[in-house]
């Protein structure tokens, strides 16, 4: 490819709106462009690292024998009315009606789909297991699209559906998915993470995260130092913490004006935040949940939900919805409450081992002091469960090590799904006695466009991308230093062919411009290799190589570059 007809219009100034490095760099350097709120256009260097990572993930999926397939994006109403699904995936779906009023949603993933699909021709289970995927658009009315790629309304995914005769067949299809996930990030270049993770509205047993570690990641996960435990702090399970014992002390309201933080309650009298209880009000399912941790810990909202095995993520409770239960905001503790049909009470575990703590009065500008869990909650009348956030304060939950903790972009996931959506769209098989079963399935995501914008977040620096070589949009780059020099052209020439003949994937940087322009732009693109064509080195018949990841600069022989490109492309 001549740099001359690449389409690829760099910007010099940062997009405003651009709230992520990836996002930035993928606009700067001419990647993709923003079309409207989480939809984006790739440029053609943003769609050849697409389409590279395409091809990754598909060698590695036929290579675990599943097969590629494709849907369609646009799935009627009525498959997902069936599982249940139509209404629980809530404002998230893109909901259409076609002209003759038939609803029709875009594909925000596909189970209902594929169940249908297979339902039809798999009746036996001598055509078990069979693993289908498809790369495709697939969309989602985010609550807040946001950091470019990586949280889009529209974005490409892989996702691929097991079916097995039972659940040792699901455990090897799993067991394969996840190699394959394995191979293909690393393939990617990517420092990543498989992790234990929740199977939120999905429904389904066991299921892993892939995180990508990246600051700039969404999820929160911690690991073992130890151990090989890993988890997405969602679904990892803290241990009890319990307090020194002490005498009970009498319960008495104090004034607080003004401090509807635990925070500022904990300043105000002189109290440790361990020595606090804080509330968090959620609706869910139409229920108001009362959730309590320590004034030092933090709610878990996944657990809170599994808690009062509600179907929906929660929602903070809007002042109505606190009103409606006679809650008043910044004030609240369990104490004298009581649960009804839609009012629940969760405490966390550790709560109940606390003495003579502070927590709201249930009135405005008042606490208690002295509470006693133990004593003073309606204790048959509240759910004890582990409901605060897993931190590195505690310790592994399998080896008892030191856990760390990192932030994570989950760029795909593997959820064992047993049989949820066969048995709710009757996809079954007979097995070998003839009798009907249903398929147990499995379903795997990447999100192939998620991948593209983590491999950015993990390797730039201030001048620009630094692609792994796998993904990089080329692989090398040839800049002669000035195009209108013919002896400098002739050369560059030579070497492109070269490279092209050792199957390098190259550019040849023919324009007019300024030396330093396009080694600039050179950097800003992330090429993991620029080869520098000039007068001096030609003098000498060499050229220069400059390795993008460590900034090493090498001369070598014009006749060997294709070896040498070829030897260093090798470790990038
Ligand atoms: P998240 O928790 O980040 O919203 P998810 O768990 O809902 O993601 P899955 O249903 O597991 O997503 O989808 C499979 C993969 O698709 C994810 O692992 C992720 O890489 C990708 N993905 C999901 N939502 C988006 C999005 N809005 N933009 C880009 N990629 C996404
Ligand atoms: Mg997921």
């Not at 760099?25 to 697409?50: C, D, E, Q, V």
């Not at 009525?78 to 029709?104: C, L, P, T, V």
């Not at 995927?133 to 985010?142: A, L, N, V, W």
């Not at 990586?150 to 995914?157: A, T």
Request: proline share 4%.
């Amino acid at each position: 490819m001549l740099a001359t007809k690449l389409y690829a219009p760099t910007l010099r100034e940062v997009p405003s709106d651009a709230d992520v490095v990836s996002q930035q760099l993928m606009l700067r350097a001419g990647f993709m462009r923003k079309t409207a709120n989480g939809l984006y256009s790739f440029l053609p260097l943003g769609w050849r690292s697409i389409k590279k990572i395409e091809a990754i993930v598909r060698e590695e999926m036929d290579r675990a024998s599943a097969q590629e397939i494709m849907m369609p994006i646009l799935q009627p109403a009525e498959i997902w009315k069936e599982s249940g699904r139509w209404n629980a995936y809530g404002a998230e779906m893109m909901r259409i009606n076609d002209r003759h009023d038939n609803e029709f949603c875009l594909g925000p993933t596909h189970e209902e789909m594929i169940t249908t699909l297979v339902k039809n021709e798999i009746n036996s289970y001598r055509q078990l297991p069979v693993n289908l995927y498809q790369i495709q658009s697939k969309f989602r009315d985010e609550r807040r699209p946001r950091y470019g790629l990586m949280r889009s309304r529209e974005f490409i995914m892989k996702d691929a559906y097991s079916f097995d005769v039972d659940e040792a067949g699901l455990d090897e299809s799993y067991k394969s998915m996840y190699d394959a996930y394995t191979r293909i990030f690393t393939r990617c270049g990517l420092t990543f993470r498989p992790v234990e993770a929740d199977s939120g509205a999905i429904g389904g047993s066991g299921t892993h995260e892939f995180m990508a570690i990246a600051e700039a990641g969404e999820a929160d996960i911690v690991y073992c130092t130890k151990c090989d435990y890993a988890a997405n702090i969602e679904i990892g399970k803290p241990g009890i913490m319990k307090q020194d014992e002490e005498a009970l002390q009498e319960l008495s309201v104090v004034d607080t004006p003004n401090a509807s933080t635990i925070e500022d309650v904990a300043e105000m009298l002189n109290l440790p935040l361990h020595k606090t209880i804080k509330a968090v009000v959620f609706s869910i399912d139409g229920k108001i949940v009362l959730a309590i941790v320590r004034g030092d810990h933090e709610v878990n909202e996944v657990a809170v939900q599994h808690a009062v095995l509600g179907s929906v993520e929660p929602e903070m409770a809007t002042p109505e919805e606190l009103e409606k239960v006679g809650l008043t905001a910044g004030f609240i503790s369990p104490v004298g409450l009581k649960q009804t049909e839609e009012f629940a009470i969760v405490v966390d575990e550790s709560v109940m081992e606390t003495y003579n703590v502070c927590g709201g009065a249930n009135k405005k500008d008042a606490h208690y002091i002295n509470i006693n869990p133990k004593r003073d909650f309606n204790v048959e009348d509240i759910i004890v469960a582990p409901i605060r956030l897993i931190t590195d304060d505690d310790v592994c939950p399998t080896c008892g090590g030191t856990l760390e903790h990192a932030k994570g972009i989950e760029v795909g996931q593997v959820f064992k799904l047993g049989t949820k959506y066969s048995e709710a769209l009757q996809a079954t098989f007979l097995d070998q006695n003839g009798r009907p079963n249903p398929m147990i399935m499995g379903c795997y995501g990447i999100g192939v466009s998620r991948t593209l914008a983590a491999a950015i977040e993990q390797y730039h620096d201030e001048n620009g991308i630094i692609w792994p070589r796998a993904i990089a949009p080329f692989e090398a780059v040839i800049v002669p230093i000035n195009a209108k020099d013919e002896a400098l052209m002739s050369t560059s020439q030579t070497i492109y062919t070269a490279l092209q003949d050792a199957g390098v994937d190259v550019l040849l940087d023919d324009r007019k411009d300024r030396a330093g322009v396009k080694f600039k732009d050179a950097d800003l693109i992330g090429y993991p290799l620029r080869i520098t064509v000039s007068k001096n080195t030609l003098e000498n018949n060499e050229v220069e190589i400059q390795i993008r990841k460590s900034g090493e600069a090498i001369t070598c022989a014009i006749d060997s570059v294709a070896t040498k490109v070829t030897e260093l492309l090798q470790d990038l």
